[in-house]
């Protein structure tokens, strides 16, 4: 079945520093791509998406773009700041998004001054 | 954006007692809504789908005479964890569709159960 893995966490950095949190799938169609952030105390966010090979999406600095040869949908950010501590989540949907999410287990990032 | 709420945001009950999780959407109306489990450090899990006025729809595994699922209004979906054992205890999440917009699931906060 399909299925998102993304590299373990803690991830930590110091501000201004580059970050990729590396994600790839495995899905039997064409399926769009997420990624959502979840700030402590609070619910999933969407950050960005993407719905076809190529595509890229972008959202408060961070991008990720659609790999369909690698399988892979890898988050960016040129330089994090402290508010960018959250777990990320990497997510997939045979549907758009309007129905089953698949999720990775989830990347804590850590940024300090 | 659009807001979910969950309640309580932490639980913890006996062995053998039920314990219901309430999933609202505050500022829009979802006909569907969606309750997930997550293991620690693992992924967030899809039990099942809420749909309005219907029954819902649960994923392989999922024990439907155990996590009953309710979604009487637009607004609002629950959970109830029936003779709970310490394996339920774990962290419920709801997101709610927002179908205007784009067909964006909205999160909420997630509700944390501990059955001792």
């Known amino acids: 079945g399909d299925s998102v893995t993304q590299m373990e966490g803690p991830v930590t950095l110091s501000e201004e520093a580059f970050l990729t949190i590396n994600c790839t799938y495995t899905a039997t169609g064409y399926p769009s791509l997420f990624w959502y952030v979840q700030y402590p105390g609070e619910g999933l966010q969407l950050l960005l998406k993407a719905t076809k090979a190529d595509d890229k999406g972008s959202n408060k600095g961070f991008e990720a773009t659609y790999r369909k040869e690698t399988t892979s949908f890898h988050l960016e950010k040129g330089s994090v700041q402290v508010s960018d501590s959250a777990v990320y989540f990497c997510a997939l949907s045979e549907t758009g998004g309007y129905n089953k999410l698949i999720f990775g287990a989830g990347t804590r990032l850590a940024v300090h001054p | 954006g659009a807001v979910v709420s969950q309640h309580p945001s932490r639980v913890i009950c006996k062995s053998g007692t039920s314990v219901k999780i309430e999933c609202r959407s505050l500022?829009?109306?979802?006909?569907?809504m969606f309750w997930y489990r997550q293991f620690p450090k693992q992924s967030l899990m899809l039990m099942a789908t809420?749909?309005?006025?219907?029954?819902?729809?649960?994923e392989q595994g999922v024990e439907k005479d155990k996590f009953l699922i309710n979604h009487a209004s637009l607004t609002l979906s629950t959970l109830t964890v029936t003779s709970a054992h310490p394996e339920d205890s774990s962290f419920y999440i709801c997101?709610?569709?927002?179908?205007?917009?784009?067909?964006?699931?909205?999160f909420g906060p997630g509700t944390r159960l501990t059955v001792t």
């Open positions: 500022d829009f109306q979802a006909t569907t």
């Open positions: 809420s749909n309005e006025g219907s029954k819902a729809t649960y």
């Open positions: 997101s709610a569709l927002e179908s205007l917009g784009g067909y964006e699931q909205y």
